[in-house]
Nanobody
Framework: HVQLVESGGGSVQAGGSLRLSCALS???????????MGWFRQVPGKEREGVAA????????YYADPVKGRFTVSRDNAKNTLLLQMNSLKPEDTATYYC?????WGSGGLNVNAYNVWGRGTQVTVS
């Protein structure tokens, strides 16, 4: 079955940068290009929220308002990898960040219910 593994989280001072990666593996990983992908985040006591999403063909990209202009999402289909470059980080960006996927043409956008494959998350702490 398909699995997602996030990496790149950590602690950083406000104004700093981090780069998150999400690797898709599994017997269908060679068809990574068929998955739309997204990044979500969650803090304890709050609902999971969409951060950024990218369509299957990479042509449609969505960002949540709080991260526009600071975060950049991209995908490398040759490496089955989803990336999230986070710049100008703020304390309010502190959260567990999750990678999500769904095998479909198009995009699930920032709708958490549109995705059916999830990673375990990586912690980002901004102080």
């Amino acid at each position: 079955h398909v699995q997602l593994v996030e990496s790149g989280g950590g602690s950083v001072q406000a104004g700093g940068s981090l780069r998150l990666s999400c690797a898709l593996s599994g017997y269908k990983a060679t068809r990574y290009y068929m998955y739309c992908m997204g990044w979500f985040r969650q803090v304890p006591g709050k609902e999971r929220e969409g951060v950024a999403a990218i369509s299957t063909d990479g042509r449609r990209i969505y960002y949540a308002d709080p991260v526009k202009g600071r975060f950049t999402v991209s995908r490398d289909n040759a490496k089955n990898t989803l990336l999230l470059q986070m710049n100008s980080l703020k304390p309010e960006d502190t959260a567990t960040y999750y990678c999500a996927a769904r095998k479909m043409w198009g995009s699930g956008g920032l709708n958490v219910n549109a995705y059916n494959v999830w990673g375990r998350g990586t912690q980002v702490t901004v102080s």
